[in-house]
Every structure is written in structure tokens, then in C-alpha cells.
């Protein structure tokens, strides 16, 4: 088994970690497929490489369509497929 540690001293974002996934090589196409299976719609996902500072890395971008549907773990399992 195989397990990866962050060290978040200062904290980090969910995007942050999505990114540095994808930079350590996680296959995206089976990671949306996986995704997918999720019963929730209306967001699209951006994926490109940034620079800031001379450092680069992948950035991962969520856009939801709709900015005021609020969706709790109940929902979610009671529209499962």
C-alpha cells in the first residue's frame, strides 16, 4: 500500500490538492469517470498549467452553473442511481 502525507503548515485548498494529484500523475479521464457517478449536475471542470512566481503547477477550476443550490450528504444518497 501506498500513502501519500501533505504537509499543510499553511494550510491548502481543494483545488490545490486536485492539482497536485494530477500533477503526480492520477489519470483524470477515470477520475471525471469516477466523478460522474456522483448524482449532481451543473459544473464543469478547467484543468491547465499555471505559473506564478516562477513555479508551475496544474490548476484545477470547479464553475458551477448554479450558485444557489445547496446540496447536503441526504440529498445526494436518496438520488443515487
Not at 12 to 41: F, H, Q
Not at 50 to 79: A, C, F, M, P, Y
Request: aromatic share 8%; with cysteine; charged share 30%.
Amino acid at each position: 500500500m501506498k500513502a501519500l502525507y501533505f504537509d499543510c503548515f499553511s494550510g491548502i485548498s481543494g483545488d490545490m490538492i486536485l492539482g497536485a494529484l494530477i500533477d503526480l500523475g492520477i489519470d483524470v479521464e477515470k477520475w471525471k469517470t469516477e466523478l460522474n457517478k456522483i448524482p449532481v449536475k451543473g459544473y464543469k471542470i478547467e484543468i491547465s498549467k499555471k505559473q506564478k512566481n516562477s513555479i508551475w503547477g496544474t490548476d484545477v477550476n470547479i464553475i458551477i452553473d448554479d450558485h444557489h443550490s445547496h446540496r447536503h450528504l441526504e440529498d445526494l444518497l436518496k438520488n443515487r442511481r
